[in-house]
C-alpha cells in the first residue's frame, strides 16, 4: 500500500503569491493532520479532519491559512497570501483512529522569498 | 498547554558510544510516543508507551516511561550511523491531539 502522498515536494513562491499544499491520506484512515515544523517551534499541529470535518483549526496562525478535505482521500492547504515566515516543512498525516499510529508523508518544504 | 521538553536538543558522538536522550513535561500523559525522522522524510513511530514505569525494548533501543507518566526516556546501545536522525517524543491526554516535542538531533559518526 502506497503512504501518505503529498505534494509539491519542494515549492518556492514569492511573498504575497498564493500557495496550495496537497495530501492523499492512506486508504480507509478517517482522521487527517496537517502540520508545520521549523527549527524555532518544532513540529506543531495546524488542523485535523475526521471523515472528512475538521475537528480542531486552533493551531491555524491565521487566516491566510485555510484547509479543506473535500472527500476521503484529498485534502488540501491553502496559505494566501504566503509572508516569508510562513516557510517551513508542512506534513499531513493519517490515522485510523485519533489514538491510532499517525502516518507522516513525506512533507512539502515551502520556501516564500 | 501542555509542553514537552526535549534534551539534549543536539547531540554528537562516536559509533559504538552509547546515549539517553530525555523527554519531560509538567502534564500527566495517557500515552507517550517516541518518533524518528531522517532528513527529508516524516517522523516514523518507533513506540508507545502507556502505563508508568513501563520499559519497552526495539533491538538497542530501550524506551521508559516514567512512573509518574510525566517523562520518558530513550537510551540507545552502542550508537550505529545508521541511529542518526531527529528523535522527537509526543504525548496525549485522553483523546486529544498528539502533543509534540521539538526533538533531540543526534549525530553517530562512524
Known amino acids: 500500500d502506497a503512504g501518505v502522498i503529498q505534494s509539491p515536494r519542494h515549492e518556492v513562491t514569492e511573498m504575497g503569491q498564493e500557495v496550495t499544499l496537497r495530501c492523499k491520506p492512506i486508504?480507509?484512515?478517517?482522521?487527517l493532520f496537517w502540520y508545520r515544523q521549523t527549527m524555532m517551534r518544532g513540529l506543531e499541529l495546524l488542523i485535523y479532519?475526521?471523515?472528512?470535518?475538521?475537528?480542531?483549526d486552533s493551531g491555524m496562525p491565521e487566516d491566510r491559512f485555510s484547509a479543506k478535505m473535500p472527500n476521503a482521500s484529498f485534502s488540501t492547504l491553502k496559505i494566501q497570501p504566503s509572508e516569508p515566515r510562513d516557510s517551513a516543512v508542512y506534513f499531513c498525516?493519517?490515522?485510523?483512529?485519533?489514538?491510532?499510529?499517525?502516518?507522516f508523508g513525506p512533507g512539502t518544504r515551502l520556501t516564500v522569498l | 498547554t501542555q509542553l514537552l521538553e526535549q534534551s539534549p536538543q543536539f547531540l554528537s558522538i562516536q559509533e559504538g558510544e552509547n546515549l539517553t536522550v530525555y523527554c519531560n513535561s509538567s502534564?500527566?500523559?495517557?500515552?507517550l510516543q517516541w518518533y524518528r525522522q531522517e532528513p527529508g522524510e516524516g517522523p516514523v513511530l518507533l513506540v508507545t508507551?502507556?502505563?508508568?514505569?513501563e520499559v519497552k525494548k526495539l533491538k538497542r533501543l530501550t524506551f521508559q516511561f516514567g512512573d509518574a507518566r510525566k517523562d520518558s526516556s530513550l537510551h540507545i546501545t552502542a550508537a550505529q550511523p545508521g541511529d542518526t536522525g531527529l528523535y522527537l517524543c509526543?504525548?496525549?491526554?485522553?483523546?486529544?491531539?498528539?502533543?509534540f516535542g521539538k526533538g533531540t538531533r543526534l549525530s553517530v559518526i562512524a
Open positions: 479532519f475526521n471523515n472528512n470535518v475538521p475537528i480542531d
Open positions: 508507551v502507556v502505563t508508568g514505569g
Open positions: 486508504s480507509g484512515h478517517d482522521y
Open positions: 509526543a504525548g496525549r491526554t485522553g483523546n486529544t491531539p498528539l502533543v
Open positions: 502534564s500527566v500523559f495517557s500515552s
Open positions: 498525516a493519517s490515522s485510523l483512529m485519533t489514538q491510532d499510529t499517525q502516518y
